[in-house]
């Protein structure tokens, strides 16, 4: 009997289970089998940086002064010219307008005759330079819009200008 108790543990047990699985009223469910395990990812090339803009120019215009009644170019003013005239050359699709003043002393009208002399001047500079004519527009305001207020000598040299706007 000892050697048979072990026996029926051993397939009794089994057993039972088996039946109670087969007479439940229940449906059985059995389990999916497990996926397959994805295969691996392929590797994700590291993105490339995009380009850097190129960085932006200030154009390097500076006014240039001019003399008391004159509208002759002022040796100070050469090497500016030339570095406008350089400027442009390189960048083909920007214009200039070359806007001139004077100082206070004198009348609307005749300032405003100066002041396009020294536009003009400006101007042919540049164009004997190799800048098109048509990148470059002459205008005069005369003593209309001084760029410094006061009538000391320190003041009216600062109105006696050329200025250049880019567009």
Known sequence: ????????RTLMIPGMLCLGACCSME????????????????????????????PVV???ISDIYFDFDKSLIRRDAVSRLEIIAGWM?????????IEAHSDEKG????????GQRRAN???????????KASRVKAVSYGKEKP?????????????????FVVE
């Open 121 to 131: 001047a400006a101007r042919d500079y540049l164009v004997k330079h190799g800048v």
């Open 107 to 114: 009348t609307s009208k005749y300032n405003r005759a100066l």
């Open 58 to 60: 200030a154009p390097p």
């Open 147 to 163: 760029f410094v207020t006061g009538s000391n000598d320190k003041a009216l040299a600062q109105n006696r200008r050329v200025h």
């Open 27 to 54: 449906d059985v469910v059995v389990a999916p089998p497990a996926p397959a395990p994805a295969p691996a990812p392929a590797p994700v090339p590291a993105p490339t940086p995009a380009p850097k803009p190129a």
């Open 89 to 97: 050359k390189n960048n083909p699709t920007k214009s200039v307008v």
């Open 1 to 8: 009997m000892k050697t048979l108790k072990p026996l029926l």
